[in-house]
């Protein structure tokens, strides 16, 4: 997913940006569904955290398809971008949350079952 929405922004990088992000949505819409009927990480914390990333990813995406729109005015961008990092922070909050949880789960394992 990453390599190809890498290839996008390289190769697409003399098209119009609607058409770089409507790609990189569609993209990242075909992972989301992937990812949902597979499921492809051991934990159930880890394949939400990858939902939740993957949403965010096409949250940002769709979002910032308006913002380039020639038709969206000042206070529009305004929402929109507050819509974006609002999301973004969502995910940072909630991934840093979950990764010191399971950073307390192991240092209280390594002191009953020292190695």
Known sequence: ??????CISVFLSQVNRSVQALTFFGILSVAYKIHELNHPYSTRELNALEVRSLFVGITTVYCGV??????SRGFDKILILILIVSANFYFIFTWFFKISEGSRFCLWFKKFYPS
């Open 1 to 6: 997913r990453k390599v190809a929405l890498m």
């Open 66 to 71: 308006y913002c380039v729109m020639e038709e």
